[in-house]
Every structure is written in structure tokens, then in C-alpha cells.
């Protein structure tokens, strides 16, 4: 079934790729542009398929014909070719609206600023530990278009980004999960906090009373966003502070979970994830499971086997005494507050990178809590010392992960712990948080 409907492809990464094979085998005619190069294993895979590309341009020509457009979610509205798709009306969506129109699996749909990826994979690791058949997308993992394309899952997990979630339409979650809403990508959306926060809330569009929506009755931003909009799913909230019923709460160092006709409990202590933020994404993952009335027994286990994802509070190893942790994951000011919180010993920090418009003056006073040092990783540290020059001694520039690691371990005694956990984009010095993660540890291992 070749049709001669025209669809363009945005981005030739995982998800563009994805989505190009996905439209392919839907009878598209196919072409997908990269305005930078395109690696070689997603190249190799377009030209098995036999799917026209080009890399380093967009051909305009080429481009406003199609009759649609999935763009990859790294591309801003602000880019020249978006402005032109827009101007002739052409519809923008993204690689996880595309392939949700091709499959009638359950959805799981997570998002928030803080704990996506820990909680999205604690609760696939729950689901697949029940004997559930399920598949992991989204921000993780292979692509949700080309799962839908090659596999037959009755339930995907997926992370869904702000950027997802801001072309997605018609697409619905079943279990609609919202973490936490904190400034982050504020250069994204106007600098307005309310904006993102819209995109966030689009986690829930096209829920019916038949669905569910968890969320964190804790978190400020989302119960003020909460106030402005109505919802028709089913809401259980979890919380720390307070007892919640229908939802999850905690007593005693107990987790309590009661959904409709379903209870469960957990000492924190059991849990494989340590620190308060991931009491909050076991809270989330749990209530997941009871809603898909999974036996205890199995959500106990997977919430105590689970293993903790790489990039994020990892332990890298000790050396002298000193603990060295690769939480390079932590791309946000948030992100690092949960880490320091989490801490337990003195602190070198290493910090920096690409900032997005960081609001530093929320980790003060944990820095000057637990911080004797801060090694800066990143090409432009001026804001950093700016911010922290009056509540710690030792602020240093680095310029690659060896170096930060060197500088950070000579600078530590004892009982201290290194922690990468950069607040910051990488762009500056690496291809991605992933590359400066690895470099750190590598550079660790070669102390």
C-alpha cells in the first residue's frame, strides 16, 4: 500500500529513525532531513531501508511538501524551518503522537522536571518482574515508533519530555504520572514558568473517567496548575507530608498505597532507591502497579531488586576513603539539590556546563551546608562563582572530566565524596550527559 502522502522526517535520531521505518511500513513516502550529520548506525539503517535522507541541510523544497511533519523534540520552535512549516500550515507533531495513532496498547505516560527516567524504568522494571508484556519508550530506550512498528506490546512505559509533549494531540495516556514541576528548559518557553508547566500538564489530554492520573500533592507548581484546569481521570496523588486516600502516602517509614480496593505497603528502608525524591518516585511507580493490580508480593521485590540507573547518584568507587558518584544526569538546579539532599558526608561538587538560565540561589544553603569545594566543568563559569563565591572557599575551573576528577580527589580527604552533579547541559565540552558520565569514570579509573 504505497500511498503518495509526503511525510518528513525532522532529525534523524532515535526517535526520527524510528518514526521513518514506522511510516514506511504505514505506506508513506518517506524523507528525513538532519540539519547536522547523522551517525552512522541510524545512516546505515535509512539506507538498508531504502529511505531517503540528507544530512547538514534542510532542502525547503523538499520539506513543505509533505502533508505532515514529526519533528525530533531537540529542534525549538525558533529554528528558520519550523517558521516555514508553520507559515504553510503544515501540521507539526511528534514521533510519540505519530506512532500512538498504530497501536491500541495500555499507555503508561510519565513526565515531570525531576525523576522521569528513574521512575519511568523502576516501573517497567515492576511491570516486566509480573510477567506483564511490556515495552519500554519514550526518552529511553529503542524508539516507541519503531516498538510499535516491530513488536506487539500490550503495555508501553514511556518518558515523555516537555518538547514530546508539546506536539502531541490526539495521544492519550491510560496512567497519566506527573513528578514535579521546577524550572527547567526555562530558554524553551519565553522564560515563563507557567508555559512549561502548561506543556507538562498535556500529560493528561484526552483522559477519560476511565483512566488515571497520579501526581505529587506535594509539589507547589502542580497543585497551583491543578487549580487552573480540570480533570476527568481518575486522580490518585501521593504524598509525603500528609495521609491521602485514594493515593499514596507515607507512615511510619511506611509507604501506604491504597487505590480502589487495593492496598499496599513497604518500609522505606526495604527500598532499593534511597533519598526522599525517590520515596516519591517508588510512591508513583506503586501506585502504577496497584492500579494494574499487580500482587504485592512482586511490586515488594521489584521495588527492592531494582537497580539504580547509570548517570544518576551512581557509585563510581572509592579510592583512599573517597567516594566518587556520577549523577551527571543532573542537567538542572533540582536535580542536584535532590543529590546534595542525599548526601551524608562533606561534598566536592563538580559543577557547570551549558546553563539554561539557572536559578543557583536555591542550592545555597545545602552548599554551604555540605560543600567544602566546587571544581567547575564547563567553558563559562562566571555565574557559578558568582553565585556561590560568598558561601565557599574553593571554587576551581576545569576544562575536561580528567581534569574536574584530578583537582576534585586532590581537594578531598577522607570520608569526603567527589559528586559530579553538574546542574548544567553538556553541549560545551561533551556530546551529551551520557559521554560526560563516562568520561568522569573513566577518569575516576585512572586515579
Known sequence: MKSNKNIVILGAGESGVGAAYLALQQGYNVFVSDFGAIADSYKQQLIDWNIRFEENKHTEEEILKAVEVIKSPGIPEKAPVIKKIREKNIPVISEIEFAGRYTDAKIIGITGSNGKTTTTSLTYHILKSAGLDVGLAGNIGKSFAYQVATEKFDIYVLELSSFMLDDMYQFKSHIAVLLNITPDHLDRYEYKLENYAASKFRVTQNQTADDYFIYCADDPETIKG??????????????????????????????????????????????????????????????????????NPV????????????????????????????????????????????????????????????????LKSLVKQKVKAIVCLGKDNKRIHDAFEDVVEVIVNTYSAQEAAQVAYHLATKGDTVLLSPACASFDLFKNYEDRGRQFKQAVKEL
Open 226 to 295: 491543578m487549580a487552573e484546569r480540570s480533570f476527568v481521570a481518575q486522580q490518585l496523588p501521593f504524598s509525603i507530608q500528609k495521609k491521602i486516600e485514594p493515593g499514596a502516602y507515607l507512615e511510619n517509614d511506611n509507604i501506604v498505597i491504597n487505590t480502589h480496593q487495593q492496598h499496599f505497603q513497604m518500609s522505606i528502608t526495604e527500598l532499593a532507591l534511597q533519598g526522599k525524591h525517590n520515596v516519591y518516585n517508588s510512591m508513583a511507580s506503586g501506585i502504577v502497579a496497584k492500579v494494574l493490580e499487580l500482587r
Open 299 to 362: 511490586i515488594r521485590e521489584s521495588m527492592g531488586n531494582f537497580k539504580s540507573i547509570e548517570h544518576r547518584l551512581e557509585s563510581v568507587g572509592k579510592i583512599s576513603g573517597i567516594s566518587f558518584i556520577n549523577d551527571s544526569k543532573a542537567t538542572n538546579v533540582n536535580s542536584t539539590w535532590y543529590a546534595l539532599e542525599s548526601m551524608t558526608s562533606d561534598v566536592i561538587l563538580i559543577l557547570g556546563g551549558v546553563d539554561k538560565g539557572n536559578d543557583y540561589s536555591m
